[in-house]
C-alpha cells in the first residue's frame, strides 16, 4: 500500500470498551484510525437506526467520537456529518473488537456485525470482528488486525463486478497462536425462554433469555472451528433475497383469494 489507509472502526460495547481500544492500537501500527462508537453499550441493536429523536455527537479525544446511538448509527454519521469526523473516505470499516463471538444466528442480532454492514452497503469493505471472553485480548486484537490488513490488501485487488464485502470474523479463547478457517454460519442454539419475575417494588418484569447457548459443531461452520479451537472468516451476503423460490412467490401470487 503506497498511502497509509484510513479505517473507520466502531463497536457495539462502547467508546471506552478494552477490546475497542486494544484494536485500535493495533490496527494503528499500519493504518490511520478514526473511532467512531456509542457512548455505550449497544449489543443485539442489529442494524437498528435512530430516527425518532436527536443524536449527539462528541469528539472524546484525538480520532475518538462518541455518538449516543447504535453502532449502524456510528458508521453512518461517521461517513456523512457535516462535522467530518472523517477527512475523506475510509478505505475499511472494522466493527468490534467484540466481547463475545458473534456465531451462527447470532449475525442477525448483533450490533457490531450492523456496524461492518452499514460500511458494506455504503459500498466500503467491512469487517465485523468477535473474540471469546477468554481470549487473550492483546492477542486478539493483534490477530484481528492482521486479518482487517490481509482484507483490505485483497479487496484493493482488481477482481470481477464489483460488490461490496462483508467479512465476519470470529476469535476462541487462548492466546493462539489461531489458524484461520473460511467458514459458512453454523448453528448456535439459544434457550426459547422469556423469564417472569417482579422487582422490588412488586412490578411485573419480563427478561429474554435463559440456558447458556450451546452449538452445533456442523462440517465448515463457523461453530465447527470455534469447537475445534480455530478462528472463523464467515463472508456474509448484503442480498438476502433467494432466487430459488421466486417460482414458489409466483405460485403464492397466483393464488390470491
Known amino acids: 500500500m ?21 484494536l485500535r492500537e493495533a490496527l494503528s501500527s499500519w493504518a490511520q484510525v478514526v473511532v467512531v462508537a456509542p457512548e455505550s453499550e449497544q449489543s443485539a441493536t442489529s442494524h437498528a437506526l435512530t430516527l425518532h429523536r436527536p443524536l449527539r455527537l462528541r469528539r472524546a479525544e484525538e480520532g475518538v467520537w462518541a455518538l449516543d446511538g447504535t453502532p449502524a448509527d456510528c458508521v453512518y454519521v461517521g461517513l456523512h456529518s457535516p462535522r467530518k469526523p472523517l477527512s475523506r473516505r475510509p478505505d475499511l470499516v472494522v466493527s468490534g ?9 447470532d449475525v442477525f442480532y448483533s450490533g457490531t456485525v450492523g456496524g461492518a454492514r452499514e460500511g458494506a452497503l455504503r459500498g466500503i469493505p467491512a469487517l465485523a470482528c468477535s473474540a471469546s471472553s477468554e481470549s487473550d485480548r492483546p492477542a486478539a486484537a493483534a490477530f484481528a488486525s492482521r486479518v482487517a490488513r490481509a482484507f483490505l490488501e485483497v479487496a484493493r485487488q482488481p477482481r470481477g463486478p464489483r460488490r461490496p464485502l462483508l467479512f465476519n470474523l470470529n476469535i476462541p479463547p487462548g492466546a493462539g ?10 448453528s448456535r442454539l439459544y434457550a426459547d425462554q422469556v423469564i417472569h419475575a417482579k422487582d422490588p417494588r412488586g412490578r411485573d418484569y419480563l427478561w429474554i433469555g435463559g440456558a447458556p447457548e450451546r452449538h452445533e459443531s456442523l462440517p465448515g461452520t463457523d461453530t465447527e ?20 423460490d421466486a ?3 409466483l405460485h403464492i401470487a397466483e393464488h390470491l383469494p
Do not use: F, I
Request: aromatic fraction near 4%; charged fraction near 15%; proline fraction near 10%.
Open 2 to 22: 503506497d498511502e497509509q489507509p484510513l479505517l473507520l472502526l466502531t463497536n457495539d460495547d462502547g467508546y471506552l470498551a478494552p477490546n475497542l481500544r486494544a
Open 97 to 105: 473488537l467484540n466481547h463475545g463471538l458473534n456465531l451462527g444466528a
Open 177 to 186: 497462536p489461531w489458524a484461520l478457517r473460511s467458514t459458512v454460519l453454523g
Open 225 to 244: 472451528a470455534h469447537e475445534q479451537g480455530h478462528a472463523s472468516l464467515t463472508p456474509l451476503l448484503l442480498d438476502l433475497s433467494l432466487p430459488s
Open 247 to 249: 417460482p414458489l412467490a
